[in-house]
């Protein structure tokens, strides 16, 4: 288990509990609940597979980028982003479709995303509505 130094490493706790007030106020506040509660039960490894796993799918993406987002390559790389998602709680592909709005309209994630690659944030947006039109079909 986790403590929230290492879970949250860098943040003041002011900063944190802003996180999470955000968080309860734009998602149902019992997901994000659940969802901390799994993982804060995370060993450092876990946290560190799931950091990994994440940053190896921006890096590959990034390296896509100009490459249309229906191609095969950028859809496997949507749908393990969105098994990456239900590492913290059951995404459903609605709610999905509405992660690709936060990451183009937030700076704070469209900054993360853009230190990969320029472009990343808008082409990951792009390649999630498609994934999640492609899901409904």
Request: with cysteine; net charge neutral.
């Amino acid at each position: 288990q986790m403590s929230d130094e290492e879970l949250y490493g860098g943040l003041s706790k002011e900063q944190v509990e802003a996180y999470a007030e955000e968080a309860r106020q734009r998602w149902d506040p019992k997901l994000v609940a659940e969802s901390n509660a799994r993982v804060k039960k995370w060993s450092k490894e876990k946290w560190g597979e799931v950091n990994k796993d994440l940053d190896d799918i921006l890096k590959q993406l990034s390296s896509l980028i100009g490459t249309p987002v229906s191609d095969e390559r950028v859809q496997a790389l949507v749908a393990r982003h969105h098994a990456y998602m239900n590492n913290f709680f059951e995404v459903k592909a609605g709610m999905y479709h509405s992660f690709a709005k936060l990451y183009t309209d937030d700076p704070r994630f469209r900054a993360y995303f853009e230190k990969y690659r320029t472009g990343l944030a808008d082409y990951r947006a792009e390649a999630i509505v498609f994934y999640c039109g492609a899901k409904k079909s």
